[in-house]
């Protein structure tokens, strides 16, 4: 699940750049985060790699629709106008998540990437997928390996929230 920092300050960024029932692809939404801080707000999906987090936490319940997929295989429409990784690309090896958010980029009108730093994770829950990959990132390797990303929000050089455009921004 996505940690708690700065989620507050998201959301009122959010509600500020974004009208309400403006849509929302939650990527990798564990057991369901952001839904329950911004339904009320947007119009949500979610794309799912694990299937027992989809049963488990009810995302099917949650969303207007859930794809269980793994990104790298995955196309969905474009127009979302906004998409959240919310702790997913240090689970990916660079290629891969560079693909991934490059990808997303042209399926919507802004893009947000939670990111921790320097944090190292095995596999939890019985899930292989919440091993970190890219445990040794920092500000600097996320600037160096993700380019046109903006920091948002940066939690005690923990943690941090990057934005990017999309090809959709109006």
Known sequence: SSWDFCKNEVIAWIKQNFPQGATCLDVGPCDGKWWYLLNDYLTMDAVEIYKPYIDVYELNNKY??????????????????????????????????????????????KLIVAVPFLFKQGPMRGNKYEEHIQDEITPELFDERYPGFTMLYNAFGRYAYYVKDGDKNE
């Open 64 to 109: 207007r629709q859930v794809l269980n997929a793994d990104l790298a295989n995955t196309y969905y429409p474009a127009g979302y106008d906004l998409i959240i990784f919310g702790d997913v690309i240090e689970h990916m090896p660079v290629d891969k998540a560079q693909k991934v958010l490059d990808y997303a980029s042209h399926h919507c009108k």
